[in-house]
């Protein structure tokens, strides 16, 4: 096993995609070293045990959500946005939990989801030309010289935001807030006649029904008002995570205490490369993002890299292929995984194939698109006898309208009304929670004509 953290100055040496382009290294420097010292966002133990529970993931036995904004803003720290998010998230595994009986790991694209790749470093407007917005991380939203110049004084700012952030979910969810009895309150102000909210409200009397039932026979678990729930981000921005990559003092080994898992982008998973060098020494579960070009043979020699002794849990592959894609792509790559004998976490991002320009100049995503990869990504896996272990989407607590379709038929016209966010189109409330129902239903029927790789459980699985 790695326990040597590569330094700065090695990562630096190496290809590295998508970094920002500072212009006062003392600067640099000084944020650094201020990061050092700060005390780590997550203990190495929790690491470790979502790396136990994606390692079920990885057997058939549980189903991994991972969900939240494409690109956090530090002006959207607030309690409502994060309640919000943490809302749609719980009710998401809930209706997983519930309608396809199967256990579900939880983790948040939230509390370091600052750093954004993008696919051209400018962006004009008007004839006027200026660096592209890279997140709050790097540069301001605004278009503005001096709101677009990379500022490395922003890194303190991510740690302090990722810090209140993971201090309030922690406090939700281990404080009442996600107590399974308050399942109907949840969703109490959902805007009415919805087919979802229908749904909803029916599953969530039935839960209670269950848990009355329970509390009667005598059946009172900590579990039915507490749950776990993980942070992950993309790890794109090399100073930063290097900073808040420590040594574990109980094993000796090195974890990314910025996040309980992190993961390299479509842009920066090049094997050779200097994100899948710092990766691959972490103890951290890690994910890949695989995009439709992905060649099954460097996916092989990807995974060897990061992860030679195939560790359980430790490796998630996150593929987003595209709804047009997924069902051609998709298939040899998991076979070349496969043969080698690796069993990685196989997770479905039905997003980020499927953007497209509205005609009124929205980037959007089509909600049917979207459950589109999903089944495709299902069939696949049906096909091959396979376990589909997850989804991950970009998703708020808003009633947003930046993806079209979906229970409210939200037109390209609509687009307009509450389009917020500083990156790509995320799915609403509603829209959350008709995928969670739609993949719940897929659980379950491939449970039910297959067999298909939900074993039984173990108790560590919850
Ligand atoms: C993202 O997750 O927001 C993203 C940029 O994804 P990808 O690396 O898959 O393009
Ligand atoms: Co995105």
């Not at 803003?73 to 809302?87: E, N, P, Y």
């Not at 972490?282 to 992860?307: E, F, I, Q």
């Not at 459950?371 to 006898?385: A, I, P, R």
């Given at each position: 096993m790695a326990d040597v953290i590569p330094t700065l100055e090695e990562l630096h040496a190496l290809p590295a995609a998508q970094q920002p382009s500072y212009a006062d290294p003392d600067a640099v420097a000084r944020v650094l070293a201020e990061l050092r010292a700060r005390p780590p966002l997550v203990f190495a133990g929790e690491c470790d045990e979502l790396r136990r529970k994606i390692a079920a993931v990885a057997a058939g036995r549980s189903f991994l959500l991972q969900g939240?904004?494409?690109?956090?803003?530090?002006?959207?720290?607030?309690?409502?946005?994060?309640?919000?998010?943490?809302?749609?998230?719980?009710?998401?595994a809930v209706v997983l939990t519930y309608a396809a009986q199967v256990p579900v790991v939880k983790v948040g694209r939230i509390a370091g989801q600052y750093a954004k790749p993008r696919s051209s470093d400018t962006e004009t407007r008007d004839g006027v030309t200026l660096p592209a917005y890279r997140g709050d991380a790097v540069n301001s939203l605004d278009f503005d010289p001096a709101a677009r110049a990379h500022d490395p004084n922003r890194l303190v700012e991510v740690y302090n935001r990722s810090s209140a952030t993971l201090n309030l979910l922690r406090a939700f969810v281990k404080g009442g807030f996600a107590d399974l009895r308050?399942?109907?309150?949840?969703?109490?102000?959902?805007?009415?006649?919805?087919?979802?909210?229908?749904?909803?409200?029916?599953?969530?009397?039935?839960?209670?029904?269950?848990?009355?039932?329970?509390?009667?026979?005598?059946?009172?678990?900590?579990?039915?008002?507490?749950?776990?729930?993980?942070?992950?981000?993309?790890a794109l921005l090399l100073e930063y995570e290097h900073a808040l990559t420590r040594i574990d003092s109980r094993t000796g080994t090195p974890y990314d205490v910025s996040a309980h898992m992190v993961w390299l982008g479509e842009r920066t998973r090049q094997v050779d490369?200097?994100?899948?060098?710092?990766?691959?020494?972490?103890?951290?579960?890690?994910?890949?993002?695989?995009?439709?070009?992905?060649?099954?043979?460097?996916?092989?020699?990807?995974?060897?890299?990061?992860?030679?002794?195939?560790?359980?849990?430790?490796?998630?592959?996150?593929?987003?292929?595209?709804?047009?894609?997924?069902?051609?792509?998709?298939?040899?790559?998991?076979?070349?995984?496969?043969?080698t004998g690796r069993k990685v976490a196989w997770v479905c991002d039905p997003m980020h194939g499927n953007t497209f320009s509205s005609a009124n100049g929205y980037k959007t995503r089509a909600f049917s698109d979207v459950?589109?990869?999903?089944?495709?990504?299902?069939?696949?896996?049906?096909?091959?006898?396979t376990w589909p272990g997850g989804v991950h989407v970009e998703l708020t607590g808003g009633d947003v309208t930046e993806c079209v379709g979906g229970v409210d038929e939200l037109a390209e016209a609509d687009l307009a009304a509450h389009y917020e966010t500083a990156c790509d189109p995320r799915l609403n409330r509603n829209q959350s929670l008709e995928l969670a129902f739609m993949i719940a239903e897929r659980l379950a029927a491939g449970r039910a004509s297959h067999g298909n790789a939900v074993q039984a459980y173990k108790p560590e699985d919850f």
């Open positions: 939240g904004d494409c690109a956090e803003c530090f002006d959207s720290v607030t309690a409502q946005d994060i309640r919000g998010k943490l809302r749609v998230l719980l009710s998401m308050t399942v109907h309150t949840w969703n109490s102000d959902f805007v009415r006649n919805s087919n979802v909210e229908e749904r909803y409200e029916t599953m969530a009397g039935e839960i209670e029904r269950a848990l009355a039932f329970m509390v009667a026979c005598g059946v009172d678990n900590d579990q039915f008002r507490t749950v776990d729930l993980y942070s992950s981000h993309e490369g200097a994100h899948v060098e710092l990766l691959r020494h972490l103890r951290n579960p890690v994910g890949v993002k695989l995009g439709p070009t992905a060649d099954p043979d460097d996916v092989v020699a990807l995974l060897a890299r990061l992860d030679p002794n195939q560790e359980p849990g430790r490796v998630t592959v996150i593929t987003r292929m595209g709804a047009d894609n997924v069902r051609e792509v998709l298939p040899p790559i998991i076979e070349a995984v496969e043969d459950v589109e990869e999903v089944n495709g990504f299902f069939d696949v896996h049906d096909e091959l006898g």
